[in-house]
Nanobody, 121 residues
Framework: QVQLTESGGGLVQAGGSLRLSCAVAETVFSINVMGWYRQAPGKQRELVARVGSGGSTDYLDSVKGRFTISRDSPKNAVYLQMNSLKPDDTGVYYC???????????????WGQGTQVTVSS
């Protein structure tokens, strides 16, 4: 486990934008995947977007065309630009990484503490 520090959540009106940031607090050998999950009240946590070490991305269907994930590998950071926000986007957003500590070592997962995003109608 490594510490992930998230920022950028808040309250915004429908149609507005927010940018989430996540920084990895310590140096690891390799971060294979960086992503964002969210959990709405009473619902399961779901993958919103992720980006691999080579730059390939995956998005939840409902956010395609509105959200953009990007990573800054030298800074060990990942960002989520969220545009055209909808009330259904409300939830706690969690940063997630899959990383290794050394060549040939097993992968491990780490999660951030979560940041609240609330979209009002």
């Amino acid at each position: 486990q490594v510490q992930l520090t998230e920022s950028g959540g808040g309250l915004v009106q429908a149609g507005g934008s927010l940018r989430l940031s996540c920084a990895v607090a310590e140096t690891v050998f390799s971060i294979n995947v960086m992503g964002w999950y969210r959990q709405a009240p009473g619902k399961q946590r779901e993958l919103v977007a992720r980006v691999g070490s080579g730059g390939s991305t995956d998005y939840l269907d409902s956010v395609k065309g509105r959200f953009t994930i990007s990573r800054d590998s030298p800074k060990n950071a990942v960002y989520l630009q969220m545009n055209s926000l909808k009330p259904d986007d409300t939830g706690v957003y969690y940063c997630h990484i899959i990383a290794t500590r050394g060549r040939g070592s097993l992968e491990f997962n780490s999660w951030g503490q979560g940041t609240q995003v609330t979209v009002s109608s």
